[in-house]
């Protein structure tokens, strides 16, 4: 267990409305990543976090923005949430040490409903 | 342009059997290459990896096999489980960089 957790597990939300998810870690982990997972496209890397206040964009940034002012959080904003963001979003860490340096783990997920 | 496919979707195979999973890349970068496993209403979970100086890695019933004139992996199941029934998704990395590239998932289902 890698000591992640996802806050909240399931959200509905309407088009228009801004929404933050949460991901949290226990293990003082540099590295944090935030994915959306859709039929047929896998896992697309939104943001990732390399260090507190260090972000930078992955290949489906657009719409999304990301904050990390302490170690354990990583906190994901859909400023104005739109139908095409109605997803399950997975917040990852990367090990530290040895081969795990390119492992990484996984939260449970937040199923996120836009109407 | 996707840089890490998973040209098949789906792959069905009778318990006891072989299940045989592939992966294709095409950025020649890529130096580690790891496969996830996922269950429905979980996050992906770890199953193994390879580094690009192998060209095999076996961990218990799982061997990755790494091809890299070819740019292709392969996931080996043997013997194959109903319990091995998920989504497996490759990936690829370059071993310091700070992310990985996923492909988009091949569903295994072992039928008993």
């Known amino acids: 267990d890698a000591g992640i957790t996802q806050s909240p597990r399931h959200k509905v939300t309407e088009t228009g409305t801004p929404v933050t998810l949460r991901c949290h870690q226990t293990?003082?982990?540099?590295?944090m990543y935030w994915y959306r997972q859709d039929p047929g496209h896998g896992l697309r890397l939104i943001h990732y976090?390399?260090?507190?206040?260090?972000?930078d964009k992955g290949e489906v940034s657009d719409g999304y923005s990301v904050s990390r002012s302490k170690t354990e959080d990583f906190l994901l904003t859909l400023e104005s949430a739109t139908s095409s963001q109605t997803s399950v979003y997975f917040c990852a860490i990367r090990g530290t040490s040895g081969r795990s340096r390119n492992e990484q783990f996984f939260g449970p997920g937040t199923r996120l409903t836009v109407l | 342009d996707q840089q890490v496919k998973q040209n098949s979707p789906s792959l069905s195979v009778q318990e006891g059997r072989i299940s045989i999973l592939n992966c294709d890349y095409t950025n020649s970068m890529f130096d580690y290459f790891l496969w996830y496993k996922k269950y429905p209403a979980e996050g992906p979970t770890f199953l193994i990896s390879?580094?690009?100086?192998?060209d095999k890695n076996e961990d218990g019933r799982f061997t990755v096999f790494l091809n890299k004139s070819a740019k292709h992996l392969s996931l080996h199941i043997v013997p194959s489980q109903p319990g091995d029934s998920a989504v497996y998704f490759c990936?690829?990395?370059?071993?310091?960089?700070?992310?990985?590239?996923f492909g988009d998932g091949t569903t295994l289902t072992v039928k008993p």
């Open positions: 293990e003082n982990h540099r590295y």
């Open positions: 390879i580094s690009s100086i192998k």
């Open positions: 976090s390399y260090g507190v206040k260090d972000t």
């Open positions: 990936a690829a990395s370059t071993f310091n960089a700070g992310k990985s590239t």
